[in-house]
């Protein structure tokens, strides 16, 4: 028992140095500054949208206008910034901050030197990994804050949302509107599991930067394989493959946008990024434990 506690006293320990060592670096703050700038054009994009829509030869403006201003609000403007943010830019982020955590420490020696106290390597990896996926929702949080508030100041703070689905739960297309009194717990259990996604993200860097240590491989390797099945994830003639991609479990905050949360598919989904993260840090732990340093 006492070695058990004197084990999460380290990981303890080790986390909130890597997180003291994260928010000290000037790059540290260069994933919020990223996310600012998507608010800010995802915001001109949409208000450009609601206000000034482009000519549709069968729908009159006035009436286009009018129904996109009753339907755009806080809520929706932070749902829609969540779409590109989850899928794109915070991966990208996530992953390039991970492997420079990891991989540029094991050029500069940093990780030796770590090593060296007595500390089980496998502390190191769930340190960095238990720090990552605190700054994965920080970032989360900047970007729900930040997006909610220029959507509240610009189009109104809520009400009913426009959701087009459930096309991407595997069902047939259609449009449905959200009624605004259950928006705030859709927003929020949205955002909560688009972080659940992101941490598997962390995880599958940290192991390519335990098996490159170097700082380019171990981004441009994960990053293509990231974005190839993000590819290949919406290729037709794929479903047989589909299931067993990496990004198939991303979607996994999605299911809270139904008119019925899909909690059997969250759940099913939710195991299976379960374990796609728990096995990249197995991974990464014994290559840690059996690599030369």
Known sequence: MSKLLEK??????????????????????????????LVTLCAVGVYLRVYHPPHHPHVPNKFLGQMLKDLVNGVSFSLTVLLPGIYILLPMIIGIFAAGSFASEFQNGQVRTVSLRSVPRLSIVLAKFISLSFYSYVLLAVMLVISYASGAFIFGPTGDILVFGPAFLGKE????????????????????????????????????????????????????????????GALPFM??????????????WKYTLAQDIMWEAMLTDGIFLGLYTVSYLIIAAVI????DL
């Open 8 to 37: 999460l006293r380290q990981i303890l320990f080790l986390t909130d140095f890597e997180l003291k060592k994260l928010f000290r670096q000037k790059q540290g703050y260069a994933g919020l500054i990223v996310i600012v700038l």
């Open 288 to 291: 840690m434990n059996t690599s």
């Open 239 to 252: 479903e047989n493959i589909q299931r067993f991609l990496p990004t198939r479990y991303i979607m996994i």
């Open 173 to 232: 297309s259609g449009i449905y509107i959200m009624d605004g009194s259950i928006a705030y717990q859709r927003l929020m259990l949205a955002y909560f599991f688009a972080g659940y996604a992101l941490i598997s993200v962390v995880a599958m860097f940290l192991m390519f930067s335990a098996i490159f240590k170097k700082m380019t491989m171990a981004v441009v390797i994960p990053m293509g394989i990231y974005f190839t099945s993000y590819i290949i």
